[in-house]
């Protein structure tokens, strides 16, 4: 079993940055692609970015070039820094760690971006 706990969402205003951190509880976390997805109200739960245990990654089209993904091994931690960041990316981010046929969800982090 692996736990995953999110961090650092809150309020921020249009053009503001975030970054959210999700820490594993096991320390086999490296050997899990770790991915950041979100949910907004009355819409489905959508890929924000992922990063693989070879450190390819991939971005939505609506936050490539805003959002980074990264993960530290040693800390059992990835990360999502947002920049530029919009009202539309107003949601609940979820932290997701998988391998083969294990999925592990967190519990969210509520991120809202308004004036």
């Known amino acids: 079993q692996v736990q995953l706990v999110e961090s650092g969402g809150g309020l921020v205003q249009p053009g503001g940055s975030l970054r959210l951190s999700c820490t594993a509880s096991?320390?086999?976390?490296?050997?899990?692609?770790m991915g950041w997805y979100r949910q907004a109200p009355g819409k489905q739960r959508e890929m924000v970015a992922f990063?693989?245990?070879?450190?390819?990654?991939n971005y939505a089209d609506s936050v490539r070039g805003r959002f980074t993904i990264s993960r530290d091994n040693a800390k059992n931690t990835v990360y999502l820094q947002m920049n530029s960041l919009k009202s539309e990316d107003t949601a609940v981010y979820y932290c997701?760690?998988?391998?083969?046929?294990?999925?592990?969800w967190g519990q969210g982090t509520q991120v809202t971006v308004s004036s």
């Open positions: 990063i693989t245990t070879a450190g390819l990654i």
């Open positions: 096991r320390s086999i976390f490296s050997a899990y692609t």
């Open positions: 997701k760690a998988t391998r083969i046929s294990s999925v592990y």
